[in-house]
């Protein structure tokens, strides 16, 4: 079955860019979507098709993907993107949704 | 506006069988596939499967076949998943989302999770 790895954690001082990895075998042929979650909440959707953002999420959140790995990166964070992020993809050959570990971003 | 109403939270014996709703509202409920999706205290998103309300078909995760069910009525807009022989690991909160109807789409609205706690 398809993988996908995501670091478990990553911390950022605020008014910096956070960049969250997501690999996997040629992720770059694959569509990734992006997923914020806050403690007691239902995930968000922040990026879809690797690089489109929903209405109301900040232009400061932004996706790319290529090759092995996908990366969503958030440019200026604030104390409010504190949150686990999720990627996932659909893995056709066994028509399966595949989820990452989750990320769990700390702002410092 | 778009909402998935889910029902409340559950306590089970391990063996036992639960069974999660999902009403949709604020949007054609035949036009939309409907995820399954948990989470374990403290880990992270499982996915458990899909079902398409239209013609009601289902693909489920290798892990729980066998053991899950999902249902759909499109009367009420109501899209179920029952789990049997249930055991302490499938504790956790379950998520209904939903995606557009076309390939490799989005889970672009979600419920607001229901807890299943498992325990004798």
């Known amino acids: 079955s398809y993988v996908l790895i995501q670091p478990p954690s990553m911390s950022v001082a605020p008014g910096k860019t956070a960049r969250i990895t997501c690999g996997g075998n040629n992720i770059g042929s694959k569509t990734v979507h992006w997923y914020q979650q806050k403690p007691g909440q239902a995930p968000v959707l922040v990026i879809y098709?690797?690089?489109d953002r929903p209405s109301g999420i900040p232009e400061r959140f932004s996706g790319s993907n290529s090759g092995n790995t996908a990366t969503l990166t958030i440019s200026r964070v604030e104390a409010g993107d504190e949150a686990d992020y999720y990627c996932q993809v659909w893995d056709s050959s066994s028509d399966q949704r595949v989820f990452g570990g989750g990320t769990k971003l700390t702002v410092l | 506006q778009v909402q998935l109403e889910q029902s409340g939270a559950e306590v089970k014996k391990p063996g036992a069988s639960v069974k999660v709703s999902c009403k949709a509202s604020g949007y054609i409920f035949t036009s939309y596939y409907i995820h399954w999706v948990r989470q374990a205290p403290g880990q992270g998103l499982e996915w458990m499967g899909i079902i398409n309300p239209s013609g009601g078909s289902q693909t489920y995760t290798q892990k729980l076949q066998g053991r899950v069910t999902m249902t759909r009525d499109t009367s009420t807009s109501t899209v179920y998943v029952e789990l049997t022989s249930l055991r302490s690991e499938d504790t956790a909160v379950y998520y209904c989302?939903?995606?557009?109807?076309?390939?490799?789409?989005?889970?672009?609205?979600w419920g607001q999770g229901t807890l299943v706690t498992v325990s004798s």
């Open positions: 989302a939903r995606q557009p109807g076309v390939v490799a789409a989005p889970l672009d609205y």
């Open positions: 098709y690797d690089s």
